[in-house]
T-cell receptor
Framework: TQLLEQSPQFLSIQEGENLTVYCNSSSVFSSLQWYRQEPGEGPVLLVTVVTGGEVKKLKRLTFQFGDARKDSSLHITAAQPGDTGLYLC??????????FGTGTRLTVIP | DAGITQSPRYKITETGRQVTLMCHQTWSHSYMFWYRQDLGHGLRLIYYSAAADITDKGEVPDGYVVSRSKTENFPLTLESATRSQTSVYFCASKRRRGRELFFGEGSRLTVL
């Protein structure tokens, strides 16, 4: 089992604030994905990062893959209530081996 | 445009009973997966299938059985349900060369 730890586990912030979520592992991954899950639904892919050091932006969300391909971060600028949800990182270690992190539950208060 | 559907969405059963969760996808994706989601554990892979009649164990396969006689269906059976199998179960699919998993809406199972 390749453990992916996310921090913080829970995060409650006011609308307009910035935040960063971390995803750490001792294992190297060929790529890393971030998913968002809303209550009563399945996770939906936000982004895949492949190259060590890669940075991808999706509107107010910035994703970074660590240089050593063992960790990743998700930064949200000026959070909005619509960003509320469970954020899951997932490390890809082969064609079919996707290991999910424990998740960060974000609540953005209007 | 159904995509991937799971049934039932909610199920309550008793210890020792057999339960089957159904998963159906309309995309003809090669790969299908079953995950369970529990607080503090994230999503853990139970079984996956690369094609019809090809299945393989994931991280937590004990107590579960799968089959895939048709590409579009991937049922998950708990042969004798236990309380520790109370969870939310997600089915997902993926194109053969794709990276993205497409998830169903989940099946919440409670074993009393």
């Amino acid at each position: 089992t390749q453990l992916l730890e996310q921090s913080p586990q829970f995060l409650s912030i006011q609308e307009g604030e910035n935040l960063t979520v971390y995803c750490n592992s001792s294992s190297v991954f060929s790529s890393l994905q971030w998913y968002r899950q809303e209550p009563g639904e399945g996770p939906v892919l936000l982004v895949t990062v492949v190259t060590g050091g890669e940075v991808k932006k999706l509107k107010r969300l910035t994703f970074q893959f660590g240089d050593a391909r063992k960790d990743s971060s998700l930064h949200i600028t000026a959070a909005q209530p619509g960003d509320t949800g469970l954020y899951l990182c997932a490390g890809v270690a082969g064609a079919n081996n996707l290991f999910f992190g424990t998740g960060t539950r974000l609540t953005v208060i209007p | 445009d159904a995509g991937i559907t799971q049934s039932p969405r909610y199920k309550i059963t008793e210890t020792g009973r057999q339960v089957t969760l159904m998963c159906h996808q309309t995309w003809s994706h090669s790969y299908m997966f079953w995950y369970r989601q529990d607080l503090g554990h994230g999503l853990r892979l139970i079984y996956y299938s690369a094609a019809a009649d090809i299945t393989d164990k994931g991280e937590v396969p004990d107590g579960y059985v799968v089959s895939r006689s048709k590409t579009e269906n991937f049922p998950l059976t708990l042969e004798s349900a236990t309380r520790s199998q109370t969870s939310v179960y997600f089915c997902a699919s993926k194109r053969r060369r794709g990276r993205e998993l497409f998830f169903g809406e989940g099946s919440r199972l409670t074993v009393l």
